[in-house]
């Protein structure tokens, strides 16, 4: 089973910057598709950005410009850099990772890192 740990989160003012990052521990075979995903009170949880091994990214439409997703591989981690921070980028932010091994492919979830933005 693989752990994924979130760090970066916290307090920022609007127009500010965070970057966060994530870090795939325990039973790895191959971390193939990493991820962020973001949960506001009172919402469903939605998809910020995804890399692949490969270096393809994909963006939430909305995000595009602003969140820059990009990876270590060697170092199972994904971070994620945010800038021009918007209140309404308050939200949980998780961490998503696929591994691969032999029988089949596991999904694994982060506990989440807060990210605050004030007004």
């Known amino acids: 089973q693989v752990q994924l740990a979130e760090f970066g989160g916290g307090l920022v003012q609007a127009g500010g910057s965070l970057r966060l990052s994530c870090v795939a521990s325990?039973?790895?075979?191959?971390?193939?598709?990493m991820g962020w995903y973001r949960q506001a009170p009172g919402k469903q949880r939605e998809l910020v950005a995804t890399i692949t091994r490969a270096d393809n990214t994909n963006y939430a439409d909305s995000l595009k410009g602003r969140f820059t997703i990009s990876r270590d591989t060697g170092k199972n981690t994904v971070y994620l850099q945010m800038n021009s921070l918007v209140p309404e980028d308050t939200a949980v932010y998780y961490c998503n990772a696929d591994n691969v091994g032999p029988g089949g492919l596991w999904n694994s979830w982060g506990q989440g890192t807060q990210v605050t933005v004030s007004s």
């Open positions: 325990g039973r790895i075979f191959s971390i193939t598709t």
